[in-house]
């Protein structure tokens, strides 16, 4: 059997979790200003399969790269990384 090719994986923070099976994470990346060398946070937000819907809004989930599941879902869940502190 071929191996399959590397996807890849992220890691983000779960924003909603409203849908059947499927979580928003938003991903934040660093990205230097060419003018002034400063470093801004840009986001960008991923829709996600979530079989279990066993994420909650505030965890911290890897996703990684996935067939097309539906019009926008293209990444599924593959680990909670840290479940969100309830306060």
Known sequence: MKKRGSRRTLIGMVVSDKMDKTVVVRVERLVQDPRYKKYVRRYSRFMCHDESNDCAVGDQVQ?????PLSKRKRWKVQATVAKATVV
Request: zero cysteines; charged letters at 40%.
């Open 63 to 67: 996703i990684i790269e996935h067939r």
